[in-house]
């Protein structure tokens, strides 16, 4: 029957539409996971930056309180010039390797900071090459997924316009029919009959039924799923 025929065309073009929209709907996921690495490695960066200003930082701070103890101990030995009983002069002495070795603890970490800091500089850097590698393919990327977008949505209109056509001449109540089996998230609406069983939920189908659809006089449906059921010419019952 031809009504049959239109449907089958309808059904085709609106899984040819399902696949299409899962594909454009994908591409803004796919567009946010190229953002999603480029963010991850600013994010890396930055905090990458603000690690090298803390080295930074503290090394400055570990040097001027080196430059404090200098000054700290030269009063001190000017102060040993001075002094007039061997106490004092002990004092003092106990003073000056105080001094000494709180500017040994700051020296050695002091270099611990340059060298973290170098460390750090150098992680910088390998990220900054990472992250204009990821914005320029990203966005190469991007323009391509874009350029795509733009290719399914006039496919969309195009199938669009051929589905129309198709509803037209599908009475209502079939249509109704049909959109409603498609709607209950089934992948076909419009099943062939295979060796005597519905071919999507694989139920036995009556003899008589099948002598029915074979005839095509009217639309019959499965008595357990639901779908249209249709008889292929090139099966053999």
């Not at 073009?13 to 996921?29: F, R, V």
């Not at 040994?104 to 500089?121: D, G, P």
């Not at 910088?124 to 399914?152: I, P």
């Not at 009959?193 to 071919?199: D, E, V």
Request: proline content about 2%.
């Amino acid at each position: 029957m031809e009504e049959m025929d239109v449907l089958l065309k309808l059904q085709e073009i609106d899984l040819q539409l399902n696949e299409i929209k899962t594909e454009h709907e994908n591409i803004p996921l796919l567009i946010a996971e190229l953002d999603k690495d480029v963010n991850e490695l600013k994010a890396d960066l930055e905090k990458q930056g603000a690690d090298l200003k803390k080295y930074k930082l503290a090394s400055r701070e570990a040097e001027s309180k080196v430059a404090q103890l200098d000054e700290i101990a030269r009063k001190y030995k000017q102060q040993l010039l001075n002094v007039k009983t061997n106490r004092e002069y002990s004092a003092l002495l106990t003073e000056i390797e105080a001094v000494k070795g709180e500017k040994e603890e700051l020296e050695e970490q002091i270099i611990k900071n340059m060298e973290r800091a170098e460390e750090i500089t150098a992680q910088v850097e390998l990220t900054k090459g990472k992250l204009a590698e990821a914005e320029k393919s990203g966005q190469e990327n991007k323009n391509e997924l874009a350029g795509k977008m733009k290719s399914l949505e006039a496919e969309m209109a195009a199938q669009g316009r051929k589905r129309n056509d198709l509803v037209s001449r599908v009475n209502g109540p079939v249509l109704n029919l049909y959109e409603r089996i498609m709607r209950s998230r089934v992948k076909q609406a419009v099943v062939p009959l295979h060796n005597g069983s519905c071919g999507g939920c694989y139920a036995i189908i009556p003899l008589q039924k099948i002598v029915d659809i074979r005839k095509a006089n009217q639309i019959y449906t499965c008595d357990y799923c639901g779908r249209i059921l249709y008889y292929e010419e090139n099966q053999g019952n």
